[in-house]
């Protein structure tokens, strides 16, 4: 048996989109740890677009919009596989196609789009998904760094991780009325992933977000993926409605010299 006991474990992992996502790493960790790893997309295209990446693992389709596809969703699955030992969410969607605007410009049905599909969709899943769940699963949702919260080009977007950081804490003592089932996320700093390529100016932030990490370098998506491979197994048992930072130290570098040295040359 290894440290993480993951061997034969059933896993579904919401979101993968390509080889930078954060669900594809996961994945692909997951299988190297002898993981049983089933996959959820959202339509048949994409379907299509990573077949090559996942092999002969299963992928099936679900747009997490329709409660009526999630719940024709797990009971696909429980056929198919029986008990599940984790889910992995990592889905986030927001709808830049008019460019980028302040914040209090957010129109109401992007912002109630974004968190059907962001954050309420994980409530949705753990509803639907309850009766195959072993008693002892762990779901992981992948949300940012608190210090991410505030910048501006994430937008609409900040509030909506903040209430899946809330919506994990209630989902854990809503499950623990019956089941040890535990629910947690992982809080990442800045990525270089497709999907963050599409936010109006996150290369800027992220080169400075890069910065700001200790070790000037900044985080990789294997490294995220990781920390949820952690919270899955048994090794993080006594984690439950909690988030754990992963940032390489950007949230506590608030004065580092490189940065302060360059402030005041601008100055």
């Known amino acids: 048996m290894s440290f993480l006991n993951l061997e034969n474990k059933n896993i579904l ?4 989109a390509n080889r930078k996502s954060v669900a594809y790493q996961t994945g692909k960790i997951l ?47 429980a056929n198919d596989h029986g008990s599940l030992h984790g889910i992995v969410h990592s889905i986030a969607f927001a709808n830049y196609s008019e460019g ?43 949300s940012i760094s608190s210090h991410l919260v505030t910048a501006a080009n994430y937008g609409y ?9 809330g919506t994990v804490r209630n989902l854990a003592k809503s499950f623990s009325a019956d089941t040890e089932v535990r629910f947690n996320t992982v809080n990442a700093g800045l990525l270089k992933t497709s999907a963050s390529a599409g936010i109006p100016g996150y290369i800027e932030s992220y080169l400075y977000g890069e910065k700001m990490t200790f ?20 090794r993080s048992s006594g984690m439950n409605g909690t988030g754990m930072v992963i940032d390489a130290g950007l949230g506590c570098n608030y004065f580092d010299q490189e940065l302060i040295d360059l402030a005041m040359k601008r100055a």
Do not use: N, W
Request: hydrophobic fraction near 45%; charged fraction near 30%; charge should be neutral.
């Open 13 to 16: 992992v919401f979101g993968v």
């Open 100 to 142: 980028f605007k302040p914040f209090h410009e957010t129109q109401r049905e992007d912002f109630l789009q974004a968190t059907a599909i962001s954050c309420f969709s994980l409530v949705e899943i753990a509803r639907a998904f309850k009766p195959c769940l072993d008693p002892k699963a762990s779901v992981v949702a992948v």
């Open 31 to 77: 299988e190297e740890q002898g993981a049983r790893v089933i996959y959820s997309v959202r339509s048949p295209e994409r379907r299509e677009q990573v077949r090559k990446l996942l092999g002969e693992a299963p992928v099936y389709v679900c747009d997490v919009e329709r409660e009526e596809e999630i719940r024709h969703l797990a009971a696909a699955v």
């Open 215 to 234: 070790r000037k370098r900044a985080l990789a998506t294997r490294e995220v993926a990781d920390a949820i491979l952690f919270l899955l197994s048994e």
């Open 157 to 165: 977007m900040s509030p909506i991780k903040s209430a899946l950081d």
